[in-house]
């Protein structure tokens, strides 16, 4: 059974930081991770997916990284801002078109 | 940009009542799915449907659920006899059938069993 891990929990910058979310996996069997982010009380919005075969995707100031074979990815926000508060989710899906199994969340804080 | 819409926004019902919630897909997508996730908890997926079945559902996803697509744009979740337990955000999502699978989510409908 498919777990994802996300750390940290919660993370407090200041305006303008360089950081890095982290996600794990435990079963590299994957054909696709998608990144979102969830205000408090909305629904998801699809940030960034990358595919199996890939290795990282940009998208503006987001750069989402992918090693399969370790279970890992990782979401790099640069020159971070207050409007990026919110929390960032983490979600793979084995096959085409199937579930997706989501983790837990990185509460992200971004202070003026 | 198209986006999936859901109604009600905020559903309250008595223990032991029938919902339904409704979602409209993107139009040229055929693959759609429903996820809940409980106040404070990880989104947890339900059930997906694609050509007219479905094609994948969870543990979670008993007798007391069904899913159904009406007509050519609506797709429904209903819970037969609500318990409190299933007070949550229910988002549907849906994706086209090809290339990276990409699932768009939909605003969410909350859902307050009393």
């Known amino acids: 059974k498919q777990e994802v891990t996300q750390i940290p929990a919660a993370l407090s910058v200041p305006e303008g930081e360089n950081l890095v979310l982290n996600c794990s996996f435990t079963?590299?069997?994957?054909?696709?991770l998608q990144w979102f982010r969830q205000d408090p009380g909305k629904g998801l919005t699809s940030l960034l997916l990358i595919q199996s075969s890939q290795r990282e995707q940009t998208s503006g100031r987001l750069n989402a990284s992918l090693d399969k074979s370790s279970g890992r990815s990782t979401l790099y926000i640069a020159a971070s801002q207050p409007g990026d508060s919110a929390t960032y989710l983490c979600?793979?899906?084995?096959?085409?078109?199937?579930?997706?199994?989501f983790g837990e969340g990185t509460q992200l804080t971004v202070n003026p | 940009e198209p986006e999936v819409t859901q109604t009600p926004s905020h559903q309250v019902t008595q223990m032991g009542q029938e919902v339904i919630l409704r979602c409209v897909p993107i139009s040229n997508h055929l693959y759609f799915y429903w996820y809940r996730q409980i106040l404070g908890q990880k989104v947890e997926f339900l059930v997906s449907?694609?050509?007219?079945?479905?094609?994948?559902k969870s543990e979670i996803f008993d007798d007391q659920f069904s899913v159904e697509r009406p007509d050519g744009s609506n797709f429904t979740l209903k819970i037969r006899s609500t318990k409190l337990e299933d007070s949550a955000m229910y988002f549907c999502?849906?994706?086209?059938?090809?290339?990276?699978?990409?699932?768009?989510f939909g605003p969410g409908t909350r859902l307050t069993v009393t």
């Open positions: 979600a793979v899906g084995r096959t085409s078109g199937s579930r997706l199994t």
């Open positions: 999502a849906s994706s086209v059938e090809r290339g990276a699978y990409e699932q768009y």
């Open positions: 449907f694609y050509n007219n079945e479905i094609s994948e």
């Open positions: 079963d590299s069997a994957i054909y696709n």
